[in-house]
């Protein structure tokens, strides 16, 4: 019997992925890698007795890094592609009043994130509001960029542009912009079944920089050097996209997003980065049943993804 995962259902286990992702890690947010329960014990729920700096917040909550996905999502569903104005309305909307936030409660915004948003707010233009130093190159475009690779049916080089245009809200640095464009290039082929995705999204990428000697140098150089960057979890954009690539060696969605969560620090975003790459590759029936049923805020992404895709299995199934 063949189990290999269907177009669609790579498609819906991309995004509920990346939201299942991200709940997982919220609990185990700050910590060292040697301060987490072991593999075994990562689940929805931590261990009794573990102490969690978002105990406020329900288990299987996602956060900042899927409600942002999500205006992404529906940015991109309403207006046909990145329309800034709009992404950036929504984005307002989430930080302010909670919209695509699990119980209209948004929590965990990174500060440039709401830096750039307040300049967005006062009137600076949507492509200028990302600071755009060298410092200033956290994961908070990458975390939600997902959608694009999902709904996009245009040219690697489209991709490409709407990938660095989409970041430059909040993050306007190259290196950012770069990340963004190489995870969506990975995620297009992971939804194609091709192996060795992200070697080849790699090498597409450095094709497409050839005429823009900048990001060609920001690529070879920073993103994707001669001796592979660490792994090491935190909120850096390079680093935690490497922490996805890592956990990705792993063998299922379960594994990879656990992978993610043990090298600490920012657990939650990891897994969703890691989490969205893993629900395209193994399908949406790959998502351990347990978390998807523990995963709050279905009322939202459900309708969603019966707007998308009408004939959708898991998220129908289980509403």
């Known amino acids: 019997m063949d189990t290999t995962p269907t177009r669609e259902e790579r498609l819906e286990g991309g995004l509920l992925g990346l ?18 329960p072991a593999y075994e014990a990562i689940e929805m729920a931590p261990p009794k007795g573990y102490f969690c700096y978002n105990s406020n917040i329900p288990h299987g909550t996602w956060s900042d890094d899927g409600a942002e996905a999500l205006c992404l999502f529906t940015s991109l569903m309403d207006c046909g592609g990145v329309e800034l104005e709009d992404f950036g309305q929504r984005l307002l909307a989430w930080m302010n ?31 200028d509001s990302g600071p755009r130093g060298e410092r200033h190159n956290g994961n908070g475009s990458l975390m939600r960029v ?11 080089e489209g991709l490409v542009e709407a990938a660095h245009k989409q970041s430059l809200i909040t993050h306007g640095h190259p290196r950012s912009l770069i990340c963004c464009a190489l995870y969506c290039l990975w995620a297009k082929l992971e939804l194609e079944g091709v192996a060795d995705a ?12 050839t005429d823009t000697p900048l990001f060609l140098k920001e690529l070879n150089e920073n ?27 792993e063998k299922d969605y379960e594994s990879i997003v656990k992978k993610a969560i043990l090298f600490g620090y920012d657990t939650d975003t990891s897994a969703c980065v890691a989490g969205g790459i893993a629900g395209i590759r193994h399908g949406v029936h790959g998502i351990p049943e347990r978390w998807w049923k523990a995963l709050r805020g279905k009322e939202i992404v459900v309708p969603l993804i019966k707007k998308w895709l009408p004939d959708s299995g898991k998220s129908a199934s289980m509403a």
Do not use: N
């Not at 001669?226 to 996209?241: D, H, M, N, R, T």
């Open 19 to 36: 939201l299942v992702g991200d709940a997982l890690g919220v609990p185990y947010e700050f910590k060292r890698p040697e301060e987490l």
């Open 97 to 127: 009043g909670g919209y695509m936030a699990v119980d209209g409660h948004p929590f965990d915004i990174g500060m440039q994130t709401s830096q750039a948003l307040t300049y967005y707010k006062a009137g600076v233009a949507a492509e």
């Open 146 to 156: 997902l959608p694009l690779a999902l709904l996009w049916e245009g040219s690697d």
């Open 198 to 209: 992200w070697e080849l999204a790699t090498e597409k990428l450095r094709k497409i920089y």
């Open 223 to 249: 993103v994707c050097p001669e001796k592979c960057p660490v792994a090491y979890g935190q909120g850096y954009v390079v680093s935690c996209l490497h922490t996805a690539r890592a956990a990705c060696l």
